[in-house]
Nanobody, 120 residues
Framework: QVQLVESGGGLVQAGGSLRLSCRASGGIRSITHMGWYRQLPGKERELVATVPASSTPTYADYLKGRFTIFRDTAKDAVYLQMNSLVPEDTAVYYC??????????????WGQGIQVTVSP
């Protein structure tokens, strides 16, 4: 079965950095979109960054250039480098992929989410 496994979250002090990793597995044929979303406490889930197929990355404006998304198509993986973290970045971060397998059509899959906490 398709699975998105996330890692790299945790607790960090303001000004520090974290790198989130997400790797998809489960008989994947093609991934047209991979990205990261986050859900702040008491807020709706929102886009952080995404990498569509044959396109440059798209970032949320509020990131102010602090985050960078990387995609490794050979590994079906996507990474989010987060620098200059601030307490407002505290959230649950979710990996998202729009993909097809050899037995199913294109569907959206989500990771279980990983906690990022930035202390002041």
């Amino acid at each position: 079965q398709v699975q998105l496994v996330e890692s790299g979250g945790g607790l960090v002090q303001a000004g520090g950095s974290l790198r989130l990793s997400c790797r998809a597995s489960g008989g994947i044929r093609s991934i047209t979109h991979m990205g990261w979303y986050r859900q702040l406490p008491g807020k709706e889930r929102e886009l952080v960054a995404t990498v569509p197929a044959s396109s440059t990355p798209t970032y949320a404006d509020y990131l102010k250039g602090r985050f960078t998304i990387f995609r490794d198509t050979a590994k079906d993986a996507v990474y989010l480098q987060m620098n200059s973290l601030v307490p407002e970045d505290t959230a649950v971060y979710y990996c998202r992929a729009f993909l097809s397998t050899w037995t199913t059509g294109y569907q959206t899959y989500w990771g279980q989410g990983i906690q990022v906490t930035v202390s002041p």
